[in-house]
């Protein structure tokens, strides 16, 4: 069952013209239990008040790893933006967009994105799950470091790679990854949480993982049914404005 998530609060909004103005919400997802951390989400929930020719301009100008418009909230119709291209799956999108219609709207069982139904659910710990196919999320590369030092010291994608997931293991036992991703394929040097590429891992690994990313952003991921994976976090509402489209 999904439940809705969370209190309401009050955020600030920024003021604009009507005219020529979209209403955006700025969450961070996968952010960490004290609410520090996550990878910043640009949402826009009437997504049909941003034309199909100028929504890659506006993911560009906003300049977030991704930007969701959802262009139908009832049926979880969604279209995924990077700087650079359009996302058939994204994790980090799909979690907060489903975090946020819970919020906002009408919680939905099923979002829609170009690459097919996917599922999202609440834990009973607050952790919003979104559930996908490994071969969905973009093709990349994983490089397994010897020790999270390794992961902390990267400056860059290594070898040039254009998406790579570099991690190593904190603590095997318990299932403790430390990742850092690049994907300058997409307009994105490194990117603070990554659902798509914990898809891949978890697909790869088949087990139950926890992943500290980027600076400071914490994501759970396990295998689903049916060869599926599943990758939750906690969201928050930064902010709310109106922006040019």
């Given amino acids: 069952m999904v ?28 952010a960490a239990r004290d609410g520090t951390g ?15 020719g100028r929504r890659q301009t506006v993911a560009a100008d906003l300049g977030f790893s991704e930007t969701v418009f959802v262009d139908d ?18 994790g980090h999108p799909l979690v907060g967009t489903s975090w946020l219609l819970a919020r906002e709207r009408t919680a939905v069982a099923v979002l829609r994105p ?15 799950w979104i559930r996908g ?7 990349m590369s994983f490089r397994q470091l010897e020790d999270a030092g390794q992961v902390e010291a990267l400056t ?16 095997e036992a318990a299932g403790h990854i430390r990742a850092r991703v690049f994907a300058p394929r997409f307009g994105i040097a490194e990117d603070e949480a990554t659902g798509a590429a914990a898809v891949r891992l978890v697909s790869r690994l088949g087990r139950a993982v926890t992943i500290r990313q980027g600076a400071g952003s914490l994501l759970f991921a396990r295998p689903g049914p049916g060869g599926s994976a599943e990758v939750g976090g906690e969201v ?6 109106d922006h040019p489209v």
């Fill in 114 to 128: 170009p690459a097919g139904e996917v599922p999202t659910f609440l834990d009973g710990d607050g952790v919003t």
């Fill in 236 to 241: 928050v509402l930064d902010h709310v404005r």
């Fill in 38 to 52: 996550g990878n910043p989400l640009g949402v826009f929930l009437d997504g049909p008040a941003v034309p199909e």
């Fill in 156 to 171: 860059g994608a290594p070898g040039g790679l254009g998406f790579v997931d570099c991690w190593a293991w904190e603590d």
């Fill in 133 to 139: 196919r490994a071969e969905w999320a973009p093709p």
């Fill in 73 to 90: 909230p009832r049926s979880g119709e969604v279209r995924i933006f990077t700087p650079a291209a359009e996302l058939p799956f994204a």
């Fill in 3 to 30: 439940q809705p998530i969370g209190p309401a609060v009050t955020p600030e909004r920024a003021p604009g013209s009507l005219s020529a103005m979209a209403e955006l919400h700025v969450l961070r997802v996968f």
